[in-house]
């Protein structure tokens, strides 16, 4: 008697839902990511974690908020998702390894558990595909279907 794994049995396990469940982690991520940089450049969602609103293109907070807010939002709409993932996971390596890793090594000690986890959630994204419900999808379909139209001989037909 074979036994089934439980993501064979439960059907977790087919391509259709693992790019649902890659959609939602990259819209969840992105979405929370855009709210952190709107927190620090407009003092919304309970404002700035140090508390201090940066000026405009101050280093690096102002563009750090700047990339978190682009870079999130563009994630979460998955229109060039790869590319906004990487910037947006390298920004945050360098947010934990310049600010955070010199007061401790581990991320508990030098509260860079966030930076952490968006630096490799961000990582993920951007190795794997952009999943389901992203603009991307949407746009390469459209382009897909142009190119098919345009290839097809167009058929003139005469009156006669």
């Not at 979405?31 to 927190?39: D, E, H, I, K, N």
């Not at 201090?52 to 807010?69: N, R, S, Y």
């Not at 007061?103 to 959630?121: D, H, R, Y």
Request: with cysteine.
């Amino acid at each position: 008697m074979r036994v089934k794994s439980r993501a064979a049995a439960t059907g977790l396990d087919t391509d259709q839902n693992r790019q649902i469940i890659l959609g939602l982690f990259r819209i969840v991520v992105g979405l929370l990511f855009a709210c952190r940089g709107a927190a620090t450049l407009f003092d919304v969602l309970g404002g700035p974690n140090g508390g201090v609103v940066p000026g405009f293109a101050a280093w690096p907070g102002w563009w750090a908020a700047a990339i978190q807010l682009v870079g999130g939002t563009l994630v979460l709409l998955g229109l060039g998702t790869r590319s906004a993932a990487v910037i947006c996971s390298g920004s945050m390596a360098y947010a934990y390894f310049t600010e955070h890793q010199a007061q401790a090594v581990f991320p508990l000690e030098n509260s860079g558990e966030a930076a952490a986890m968006f630096c490799w959630a961000f990582l993920i994204v951007a190795a794997f595909d952009h999943g389901r419900l992203a603009l991307d999808t949407l746009c390469t379909r459209y382009r897909a279907s142009r190119t098919s139209e345009t290839s097809e001989p167009r058929r003139t037909v005469h009156a006669e």
